[in-house]
């Protein structure tokens, strides 16, 4: 979604010089990012004229971005790649990320596997 100016022109979502838009697909299109994720209250969210982007804030000479992990990605490596993407949106600011939900795991089987599936048929059972 763009947003308009009153002249119908496209306004940017800038805050103190970095387009939070940009940052909010920078960031969602990193591999091990599920979603934004606004916080239990809302309260990671950046408000712009009629709208709002919520996991992005910018303020205080920083950029803060708040997401939900695929499941076993390490934290680590989503906060390192989150970084080095936004690098070039954010400038001299830092970022700070912060990893506030992990998706479920993939579904697992309910019931142990049948006993004539040996997981090691050439060892000797225990």
Do not use: K
Not at 45 to 74: A, C
């Amino acid at each position: 979604m763009t947003l308009l100016t009153e002249n119908g022109t496209p306004g940017l979502a800038v805050i103190d010089g970095v387009d939070v838009d940009a940052v909010a697909a920078a960031v969602t299109g990193c591999a091990g990012v599920a979603a934004l994720d606004g916080g239990p209250f809302g309260e990671v969210v950046s408000y712009l004229p009629g709208r709002r982007v919520t996991g992005v804030v910018v303020g205080d000479g920083r950029v803060t971005v708040q997401v939900r992990s695929r499941w076993g990605i390490p934290a680590a490596d989503l906060a390192a790649s989150i970084i080095v993407v936004l690098a070039p949106l954010t400038g001299h600011r830092p970022v700070d990320v912060v990893i506030a939900d992990i998706d479920d795991p993939p579904a697992t089987l309910l019931f142990p596997a049948p006993a004539c599936l040996d997981p090691d048929p050439g060892l000797p059972p225990v």
